[in-house]
């Protein structure tokens, strides 16, 4: 899925998203941009958990698709 979100500004950003995300889902396969503030993360688990994932982290999630 891809995860438009709103918060990142640097790469312990990049680092603390992504290490949450790995937390939910050790076989997360995770990419993020901070130029276009967007994740793309492949996962088993359901949208409503990688976005709860996410806002825990400290990010606003604008958009999942
Ligand atoms: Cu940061």
Do not use: P, R, W, Y
Not at 14 to 20: C, D, G, L, Q, Y
Not at 22 to 46: F, G, H, P, R, Y
């Amino acid at each position: 899925m891809e995860v438009k979100v709103s918060g990142m500004t640097c790469g312990g950003c990049v680092k603390s998203v992504t290490n949450a995300l790995k937390a939910l889902d050790q076989n997360a396969e995770v990419s993020v941009s901070l130029e276009t503030q967007t994740i793309q993360i492949k996962t088993s688990k359901e949208t409503n958990d990688v976005k709860h994932t996410i806002e825990e982290a400290g990010f606003d999630v604008l958009n999942i698709q």
